[in-house]
């Protein structure tokens, strides 16, 4: 089984940043498998964010391209997403994702509030 933690999340400002970070364990495959953040607003389907595979390219949601930054740190097995200029429209559910030979695994969801 996988285990995913995710922390960081909050109420921020409009304009302002907030670091998410998930730590993943449980497999020995997850150092191979592709990871991301998924969002999920009310009344709203669940929408990828960013993803990033094992060799670290990454992937953007078009709204997300030039102010969010996907990263991974494969030694622990975490994956981050720093988040800046942040809009009144993130707000949002943030569910962390592994994926890997079709299978997916979420964690727990943390909630990111941009407001004044």
């Known amino acids: 089984q996988v285990q995913l933690v995710e922390s960081g999340g909050g109420l921020v400002q409009p304009g302002g940043s907030l670091r998410l970070s998930c730590a993943a364990s449980?497999?020995?495959?997850?150092?191979?498998?592709?990871m991301g953040w998924y969002r999920q607003a009310p009344g709203k389907q669940r929408e990828m964010v960013a993803t990033?595979?094992?060799?670290?390219?990454?992937n953007y949601a078009d709204s997300e391209k030039g102010r969010f930054t996907i990263s991974r740190d494969n030694a622990k097995n975490t994956v981050y997403l720093q988040m800046n200029s942040m809009k009144p429209e993130d707000t949002a559910v943030y569910y962390c994702?592994?994926?890997?030979?079709?299978?997916?695994?979420w964690g727990q969801g943390t909630q990111v509030t941009v407001s004044s």
């Open positions: 449980g497999r020995t495959f997850i150092s191979f498998a592709a």
């Open positions: 990033i595979t094992t060799g670290g390219t990454a």
């Open positions: 994702n592994v994926r890997f030979i079709g299978s997916d695994y």
